[in-house]
C-alpha cells in the first residue's frame, strides 16, 4: 500500500528551500518509523511525499504526529492511463458504493497527457454510473468521494484524507528551549514544535508533562529545572535561539522575567483554558 502524504507551507516556498524542507520531512518519518519498528519505504516529488508500508494501521498513527504533514491518503497505485484508471475506480466504487447512494469524482492532473481532468470526470464517472446503476451522481454533498490523482506516468484513486498535524518539519527552524512545568507548559513546548523548532525541554516535575512529547520528538532532550530558574544559564547549554514559556495571562508580569538574550515566545497566553486542554488531549492521544 502507498501513502500519499500532503505537505502545505513547504510549498510556498523556493525551490531549494521546499527541497530542504522536504528532504527533512522524510528524515523525521523515517526516524519516527524506525523508532516504532515499522517498515517503510519513502520517495518524493515536488509536491508528494509517497510511504511505501504493509502495515497502514501503525503507518497512520505514526504519521499523525510529523509535524509538515498536511493529510494523509493511503490509495491504489496504476499506471496514468485510462484503462488502468479504469479499473482502479471501477474496483474502489466497489468497495465504498451501496445501493441508493450518490458519489462524486474528484480528478486531478499534473503533467502532460493525452486527457483533460474533464475528461477523466466524463468518462470514469459514466464506468461507475453504468456499473452501479442505483447511484447517483451528487458533485455538491455526495455520500462518497472518489479522488483521482494523476502524477506525470503515475496515477492513484483513494477515498479517505486523514488529516496531519500541519506546521514545519520538526528541526527545521533551529533550537529553543521550553520551560514545562504545567499542561500549558507542554502545549507551549508542542507549539513551538509545530513551528520546526528541535525543542529542549527543561522541567522540574517529572515526566508527567515531558512522556507525551517524546511521542512527537525522539530525539527530545529534557534538562533539569532548578528552583531558582536561571534560564539564561540552560539557554547557553542547550544553544537554543529561542524560548517557549506556558504563560497565561493572569501570570504575565514581564517585569519580573529575567532578561535573557534570545527571544521568548508564550503562545499559549491567549488561548482559553479549554483550548489548552483540547491541545492536551490531542499531544496525549497520539
Not at 131 to 144: K, M, S, W, Y
Request: proline share 5%.
Amino acid at each position: 500500500m502507498v501513502l500519499l502524504v500532503r505537505f502545505g507551507e513547504l510549498a510556498l516556498k523556493s525551490r531549494f528551500v521546499r527541497r530542504q524542507l522536504r528532504d527533512r520531512l522524510i528524515a523525521n518519518i523515517q526516524d519516527l518509523f524506525a523508532v516504532d519498528g515499522v517498515e517503510c519505504i519513502t520517495e518524493a516529488d515536488e509536491a508528494r511525499v509517497y510511504v511505501h508500508v504493509d502495515d497502514v494501521a501503525k503507518a497512520r498513527s505514526i504519521l499523525a504526529r510529523v509535524f509538515g504533514v498536511v493529510s494523509v491518503s493511503p490509495a491504489a497505485e496504476v499506471h496514468a492511463d485510462l484503462d488502468a484508471l479504469r479499473k482502479a475506480v471501477l474496483s474502489e466504487a466497489s468497495r465504498s458504493l451501496s445501493p441508493g447512494q450518490s458519489f462524486a469524482l474528484r480528478p486531478r492532473r499534473v503533467g502532460t497527457h493525452p486527457f483533460t481532468s474533464q475528461d477523466l470526470a466524463r468518462e470514469l464517472g459514466e464506468k461507475i454510473r453504468r456499473a452501479h446503476p442505483d447511484a447517483r451522481v451528487d458533485l455538491t454533498n455526495p455520500d462518497v468521494e472518489i479522488h483521482v490523482e494523476v502524477r506525470r506516468n503515475r496515477a492513484f484513486v483513494f477515498r479517505e484524507k486523514w488529516p496531519g498535524p500541519g506546521g514545519l518539519p520538526l528541526g527545521s527552524q533551529g533550537r529553543a528551549l521550553a520551560v514545562v512545568r504545567d499542561e500549558a507548559g507542554m502545549v507551549a513546548a508542542w507549539m513551538g514544535m509545530k513551528r520546526g523548532c528541535r525543542i529542549a525541554v527543561a522541567t522540574s516535575d517529572g515526566d508527567g508533562f515531558v512522556e507525551p512529547l517524546r511521542r512527537w520528538d525522539v530525539r527530545l532532550k529534557v534538562l533539569g529545572l532548578p528552583e531558582e530558574g536561571n534560564l539564561g544559564e540552560l539557554v547557553r547549554i542547550a544553544r537554543a535561539e529561542a524560548v517557549f514559556l506556558g504563560t497565561r495571562w493572569e501570570e504575565f508580569e514581564p517585569k519580573k522575567r529575567e532578561a535573557l538574550d534570545v527571544p521568548t515566545f508564550e503562545p499559549v497566553i491567549g488561548l482559553p483554558e479549554e483550548e489548552i486542554g483540547r491541545i492536551a488531549a490531542r499531544i496525549r492521544s497520539v
